[in-house]
């Protein structure tokens, strides 16, 4: 068993870099961005919840996307492992995980967290909004309050992880192979995994 956390704010390649992880250690993809945008698409009660929250660049509740997570491991039982995109993303989130890990007697390996500048992350994120159909992509306004949310609320995580001694900082700019290498390199590193 062998499960990671891809974390860092909005635009950082967290998506990008989870479809090439799960690809090399053959792990289960857990993105709360996708979920979310998924029950949108159907239209489910959760999903028009979520929908007008996320459009302005603000986090869902803890409570939705904690009982996502839950639902997901238990359709998982097999797994040789999780990596977890775009969530935690609350210290309660943090919490409620290492509680479904303790007791699924699971055990969190790493938090690889993408480094990237205010900058490069809007100019990212208006780009993919000229072709996704991404309402929270589409506007400055909302993107950069989709990073404030994240100093304000998502940031403190980091610190929840690195008190644990599980943090790895990596420099998110750059080609998105070369990111991916040094995202390997640190696993294999900290984590002994080849
Ligand atoms: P997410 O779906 O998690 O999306 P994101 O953080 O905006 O994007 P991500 O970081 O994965 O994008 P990527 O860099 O790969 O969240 C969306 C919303 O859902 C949140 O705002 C919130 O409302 C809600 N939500 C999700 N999880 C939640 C939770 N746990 N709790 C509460 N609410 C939650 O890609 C960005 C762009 O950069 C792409 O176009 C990509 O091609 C490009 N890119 C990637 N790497 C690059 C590189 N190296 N160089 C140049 N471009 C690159």
């Known amino acids: 068993m062998f499960n990671l956390i891809l974390f860092g704010p909005p635009g950082s390649g967290k998506g990008t870099q989870a479809e090439k992880l799960i690809e090399k250690y053959k792990l289960v993809h857990i993105s709360t961005g996708n979920l979310l945008r998924a029950e949108i698409e159907a239209k489910t009660p959760l999903g028009l919840e979520a929908k007008s929250i996320m459009a302005n660049g603000k986090l869902v ?48 390996n790493r938090v690889l967290s993408m480094e990237v500048s205010e900058q490069e992350l809007v100019k990212r994120l208006l780009n993919r909004g000229k072709t996704s159909d991404r309402a929270d992509d589409k506007n ?26 599980k943090l790895s900082g990596i420099e998110g700019e750059g080609s998105i192979d070369d990111i991916f290498n040094r995202l390997t390199t640190a696993i294999e590193l900290q984590t002994n995994k080849v």
């Open 140 to 165: 400055e306004d909302v993107i950069r309050k989709r990073i404030k949310e994240y100093w304000d609320k998502t940031f403190p995580v980091a610190g929840y992880y690195e008190q644990q001694n």
């Open 61 to 108: 509740s803890d409570e939705i996307v904690i009982g996502m997570i839950s639902k997901k491991f238990d359709e998982n039982p097999h797994a040789g492992g999780f990596i977890f995109d775009g969530f935690p993303r609350t210290i309660a989130q943090a919490e409620a995980l290492d509680k479904m890990m303790q007791e699924k007697k699971y055990r969190l």
